[in-house]
Structure formats: C-alpha cells, structure tokens
C-alpha cells in the first residue's frame, strides 16, 4: 500500500532531447507528489511538486504530469543538459502526516553531449 | 542562509556500539525528519520532530532514536549497531509539516565494520 513504483531505472538522453521519468503509486491517500534531484555526494534537492488536484504543472525546463485515475504521474525534463546528470527520485507522501515521504527507487540519468 | 548541517560527514563504528548524528536545520525551520539512504532499500523515513515532539515514525527497531532541542537542532541514535546499520543519513529540515519543501543535507556516511 506504502510503495511508490519508479522507472526507468536509467536512462541515457543526448543533450537537448527530453528525459521522461515515471512513476505509479498504490496508495490513494497520498495527496502530495514530489520531485527531487540528487548529485553525488549531495543531499536530494526538491526540484518541483504538484498535488492531485492539478494535472499538470511546469516550472522552466521541468514539468510533473499527474494522471489521478492511473494513479501515475511522471517528470518530463526538456532540453535535457549535462548538467541534468544525476538520480532522480519520486516521492509521495499524505500532507497530514507531515514530512513522511515514501520515496520510489531512483532513475540514474545520464545527459550525453 | 546556511544549509541544512550534519555532522559528522564519515564515521566508521563497530558492530554493538552506538553512535550519535547531529543535524543543524535551516534557521526558521521547525521541523526536522531522519531518513536512511542504501543502495538496497533506496531512501527510507525514519521519524519526523516538530517543535522537540517526534510526530511520526517509520519502520525501523527501537534501536534507531531521535530527539529535537528547543532550538530545533536534532540528534539521531543508534544502539547496538548492526553491519545493516551501514548508510547514509540524511536530515531534513522544512518551515512546516506537509508539503513544505523538505531541505536535505548532504548526509553522515555510517560504516559498520
């Protein structure tokens, strides 16, 4: 009920394509949905966020689809960069537990140049 | 505004000792959660403090412990430390509880031998 489903588990873009991460959830209680980037050697960092109430939200290059009824949602990165080499993680978490967040696997993304 | 501060960054401890991490939050933020970073199980709740009370606690033994000072700075504790117990820790720090964005640091490297 607690899992959150995270794929691919890598993936390699050449620069300027678009990387596309995925992710189903069980639990339809969850009512927040996270996004972070982590490099190595560093602490994840939030990246950008979305409820369920919105399906879609965009902040620059970074975009979450959420699909409420397939209980799926995923993160588009466009223009994909070096610098956009990193492990990226999904997370959910209900808001009235705080800062509980129930995190997927990772995605190991590689930009090319 | 300084980051999120953990100390120590590396610490090699034996199996049945204990050990003591200590997380300085972002100055403002009340609230402070532990979580467990291994290649195996992925990023793992470990317990949240609001305002020095424990709100919430994941799944892990008694072994693993925690507590937050008036000032919000926390600490986390593990006893009788099992070569499992090898991770990263990792705290975060957020002004609130739900979809505040969660700050992480850059984590105390635990080794077991």
């Known amino acids: 009920q607690q899992q959150v489903k995270q794929s691919p588990q890598s993936l390699i873009v050449q620069k300027g394509g678009i990387s596309i991460i995925n992710c189903a959830y069980e639990?339809?209680?969850?009512?927040?949905f996270p996004w972070y980037q982590q490099f190595p050697g560093k602490g994840p960092a939030l990246l950008i966020a979305?409820?369920?109430?919105?399906s879609e939200k965009k902040e620059g290059r970074f975009t979450i689809s959420f699909n409420k009824s397939a209980k799926q949602f995923s993160l588009h990165i466009m223009d994909s960069q070096p610098g956009d080499s990193a492990t990226y993680f999904c997370?959910?978490?209900?808001?009235?537990?705080?800062?509980?967040?129930?995190f997927g696997a990772g995605t190991i993304l590689r930009v090319k140049s | 505004k300084a980051g999120v501060t953990q100390t120590p960054r590396y610490l090699i401890k034996t199996r049945g000792q204990q050990v003591t991490l200590s997380c300085s939050p972002i100055?403002?933020?009340?609230?402070v959660s532990w979580y467990q970073q291994t290649p195996g199980q992925g990023l793992q709740f470990l317990f949240e403090y609001f305002s020095e009370t424990q709100r919430n606690k994941g799944n892990f033994p008694g072994r693993f412990s925690g507590r937050q000072f008036s000032n919000s700075r926390s600490e986390m504790n593990v006893s009788t430390l099992e070569l499992g117990d090898s991770a990263l820790y990792l705290c975060?720090?957020?002004?609130?509880?739900?979809?505040?964005?969660?700050?992480f640091g850059n984590g105390t490297r635990l080794t077991v031998t």
């Open positions: 975060a720090s957020s002004l609130a509880r739900g979809d505040s964005p969660l700050h």
């Open positions: 979305i409820r369920p109430d919105v």
């Open positions: 997370a959910a978490s209900r808001m009235e537990y705080g800062n509980k967040l129930v």
């Open positions: 639990n339809t209680a969850f009512d927040y």
């Open positions: 100055s403002g933020h009340r609230s």
